[in-house]
């Protein structure tokens, strides 16, 4: 078994045919289908129904695995570079959007100047959209909602963050400064889907303090969640940093209390090494949230470890 044979049937995977997969490898047709009929006659099964393009069930397995051991080829050479020079090497960072808007910024910067030979790839996603990708280590690593129960990731606690209300200048709730979870019941919300983290953990003080929160709509990704509020679809629950202060000029911020604050966390493959370059963005990142000066934002700094294990070195 080769790796350009594993590279072949990946590209086929990723880009749907065997004619796009050799565009995306730089080389001939003929070629991608050698290196793959010879991968399916060593492992004796068909990776690649040749009438769709789209893999059997054994390809899905192969391409799984093949993924992870092109991570680890990428991570080993940069591991080397590290040593015989700077750090350097390409790390996929995926981020929350209410997170993402103020620390990779300041990530960009620092790396700049601490590590340029770094190439830094961010994705913007919700939670729910992050963490398969950490867990097929698509991503080196994401910051995402707490908690996290997956049994193939570690996490370890970055921050906490204030949870607020945003609603339209005419809703009732906008004359508030502050109102009570209690106080929200008669008001139907624009709030993150049953099932993230961000809402279980709502629903739960929810119910402890009595309440049953109405659904306006439901929406996974928080940004958007203050914006249809801006647009004046209704109140909707949302972190501090999801509505700066500078939201008040098309609503208004209420705060929230008798809620916790939302966690938010650094996710990494379980059993995994991270790249050296990796664990220099992991480290920018724990110094850049200790630094964060913003309101709303609370540093953790690891201080609670996930149930999943301890934080990864």
Same mark, same amino acid.
């Given at each position: 078994?080769?790796?350009?044979?594993?590279?072949?049937?990946?590209?086929?995977?990723?880009?749907?045919?065997?004619?796009?997969?050799?565009?995306?490898?730089?080389?001939?047709?003929?070629?991608?289908?050698?290196?793959?009929?010879?991968? %399916? =006659?060593?492992?004796? $099964?068909? @990776? /690649?129904?040749?009438?769709?393009? &789209?893999?059997?069930?054994?390809?899905? +397995? *192969?391409?799984?695995?093949?993924?992870?051991?092109?991570?680890?080829?990428?991570?080993?050479?940069?591991?080397?570079?590290?040593?015989?020079?700077?750090?350097?090497?390409?790390?996929?960072?995926?981020?929350?959007?209410?997170?993402?808007?103020?620390?990779?910024?300041?990530?960009?910067?620092?790396?700049? %100047? =601490?590590?340029?030979? $770094?190439? @830094? /790839?961010?994705?913007?996603?919700? &939670?729910?959209?992050?963490?398969?990708? +950490? *867990?097929?280590?698509?991503?080196?690593?994401?910051?995402?909602?707490?908690?996290?129960?997956?049994?193939?990731?570690?996490?370890?606690?970055?921050?906490?963050?204030?949870?607020?209300?945003?609603?339209?200048?005419?809703?009732?709730?906008?004359?508030?400064?502050?109102?009570?979870?209690?106080?929200?019941?008669?008001?139907?919300?624009?709030?993150?889907?049953?099932?993230?983290?961000?809402?279980?953990?709502?629903?739960?003080?929810?119910?402890?303090?009595?309440?049953?929160?109405?659904?306006?709509?439901?929406?996974?990704?928080?940004?958007?969640?203050?914006?249809?509020?801006?647009?004046?679809?209704?109140?909707?629950?949302?972190?501090?940093?999801?509505?700066?202060?500078?939201?008040?000029?098309?609503?208004?911020?209420?705060?929230?209390?008798?809620?916790?604050?939302?966690?938010?966390?650094?996710?990494?493959?379980?059993?995994?090494?991270?790249?050296?370059?990796?664990?220099?963005?992991?480290?920018?990142?724990?110094?850049?949230?200790?630094?964060?000066?913003?309101?709303?934002?609370?540093?953790?700094?690891?201080?609670?470890?996930?149930?999943?294990?301890?934080?990864?070195?």
């Amino acid at each position: 078994m080769e790796l350009r044979q594993l590279a072949a049937l990946t590209a086929v995977a990723e880009t749907g045919s065997f004619s796009a997969a050799a565009r995306r490898l730089h080389t001939v047709q003929s070629n991608v289908s050698t290196h793959v009929a010879r991968l %399916e =006659r060593e492992l004796g $099964v068909t @990776l /690649v129904d040749r009438r769709t393009g &789209t893999l059997t069930d054994e390809g899905a +397995v *192969v391409v799984e695995r093949a993924r992870r051991i092109r991570h680890e080829v990428e991570a080993l050479q940069a591991d080397i570079a590290s040593l015989r020079d700077e750090v350097s090497g390409t790390v996929r960072l995926g981020c929350i959007g209410t997170v993402s808007r103020w620390l990779v910024p300041r990530l960009l910067r620092l790396l700049a %100047e =601490r590590h340029p030979k $770094v190439h @830094l /790839v961010t994705v913007d996603a919700t &939670t729910t959209s992050l963490v398969p990708q +950490v *867990v097929s280590e698509d991503l080196d690593l994401a910051v995402v909602n707490l908690p996290l129960a997956h049994p193939d990731l570690t996490t370890e606690a970055l921050f906490d963050e204030d949870r607020v209300i945003v609603a339209p200048h005419d809703h009732p709730l906008a004359v508030r400064d502050r109102v009570h979870l209690r106080e929200l019941a008669p008001y139907p919300l624009l709030l993150e889907p049953a099932g993230t983290a961000f809402r279980d953990q709502l629903d739960e003080e929810a119910a402890h303090a009595g309440v049953e929160l109405q659904v306006l709509a439901e929406i996974d990704g928080i940004r958007l969640l203050t914006s249809l509020a801006m647009e004046g679809f209704g109140p909707a629950m949302v972190t501090a940093t999801a509505a700066p202060r500078w939201v008040e000029v098309a609503c208004a911020r209420v705060t929230v209390e008798g809620l916790t604050p939302r966690s938010v966390g650094l996710a990494v493959p379980r059993g995994g090494r991270l790249s050296t370059p990796a664990r220099e963005v992991r480290l920018a990142v724990r110094e850049l949230v200790a630094a964060a000066d913003i309101d709303g934002i609370h540093p953790t700094l690891g201080g609670r470890a996930s149930r999943n294990g301890a934080p990864p070195q």
